[in-house]
């Protein structure tokens, strides 16, 4: 029988193509507290609860138990249930309506109201996912759907009205109906009818959701990067907000929360979690990240944010910027840093890893970043690095020189002073 994970990775390479171009963001609701707990696996193959071990219990950092209650049946949520997750909260979000309150104070607020059940059409529902319809397909959306509907999770949770912490049973749904079968009223479903659980409803109403790029979500093609992203978010954002860089974890936790395998040398641990790195590094959610081991031999990861990021907070209405450190040519003349200025730290950082012993001209290559669009930049770049760098035949001796004159051409064309 084919391997599941293989089958799976073939399917998001027709689906998820990556392009030049960059695709415009479609920001999405989704549930932290679903995805930030170690619900999801960060797996393509579907994991079982065994007599030994009948549940997940995962302890956050704020010293909150959780434990993730599974079926025999169905198994544990993975990342192909956050990839139906993802086109299911897009759904919602396009069904739901925005409706008045008048507060005891008698003040008004704006709550997005869901009526029940959820209708679902089948194609869009996969489509959503960033899949294409086939029997397959529709096995997986079933599973999913009664997964979810199965799986709870028993802890210590925020409740989304008072944001007090108390004991909670925590499931996604509460019912489903597929099609053609039978409602209450002996009509038969021409759609997926879903009920979402109170929880999740007061979740919803509460605004005590984040906004997650789907777009972005099914350009990654590595279950690691798929479920890790909604951790990065979080933990950027909560470190950003008090002054910090970047988010660490101590790998034996992260590996716990994700579900994987945990190793003690650094190369299997490089060879498990780089390959989700690169490519959210390639799409520009990551910058960089560090591996560092602790006296006692633990293994720590920590992630350094990257500029789709930064949009990302500034589309849902927040200032978070970088403290970029870079020297002050005029010290009592504090000047805050911007998003923009990051922007073209991170384009100078590139072209310096093409051109390592051009330092000297960081100045230079900042402005270039700040003034032309990074496509003609990275273009540019990229035929520099064709023609010279990686040309054995190439007789230049100072590549820099001729990327420097490019670029000065390409913005005489554009019109644009440097």
Known sequence: ???????????????????????????????????????????????????????????????????????????YANAVDLDYQRALFRIIDEQAELKERTNPDGTKTHHPHVSQPIRAQVKPFIRYAGRYAN??????????????????????FEDPKTRTFRQFDVALFSQILTRGEKTKNGTEADAYLIWLTDYTLRLYYWHCTRKEDVTFHHLLTRPIGKVLYPYLDSG????????????????????????????????????????????????????????????????????????????????????????????????????????????????????????????????FYERVASRLPDEHVYKVLADVQKDIVYNPQTTVRNPAAVFTTRIKELAQRLRITL
């Not at 599973?143 to 999770?153: G, P, V």
């Not at 040398?265 to 979690?273: A, D, N, T, V």
């Not at 006692?296 to 209405?317: H, Y």
Request: hydrophobic content about 30%.
């Open 1 to 75: 029988m084919e391997n599941m994970e293989e089958r799976m990775e073939g399917d998001k390479e027709n689906t998820s193509k990556k392009e030049s171009t960059k695709l415009p963001a479609l920001y999405v609701s989704s549930l932290q507290t679903f995805e930030t707990c170690g619900y999801f696996d960060a797996s393509y193959k579907r994991r079982y609860p065994t007599r030994e071990q009948p549940h997940k219990l995962v302890i956050l950092t704020d010293n909150r138990t959780i434990k993730i209650i599974p079926t025999q049946e169905y198994g």
């Open 135 to 156: 029997k397959r397909e529709r096995k997986y959306l079933d599973d999913f759907l009664h997964r979810n509907k199965a799986t709870s999770m028993h802890g210590t």
């Open 236 to 363: 950027w954002f909560a470190s950003l907000s008090r002054g910090g860089k970047a988010y660490t974890k101590v790998y034996p936790t992260l590996c716990h929360f994700l579900s994987i395998t945990c190793y003690l040398s650094e190369s299997k641990i490089r060879e498990q979690l780089d390959p989700a790195h690169e490519e959210l590094q390639q799409l520009g959610y990551l910058d960089r990240w560090e591996y560092r081991q602790r006296e006692n031999n633990e293994w720590v990861v920590t992630w350094f944010p990257g500029l789709k990021w930064f949009e990302d907070a500034r589309a849902r209405g927040y200032s978070i910027t970088p403290k970029l450190a870079a020297p002050k040519p005029h010290p009592q003349q504090e000047e805050q840093p911007t998003l923009e200025g990051y922007r073209s730290k991170l384009l100078a950082d590139d072209i310096l890893k093409v051109f390592p012993h051009d330092e000297k001209s960081r100045a």
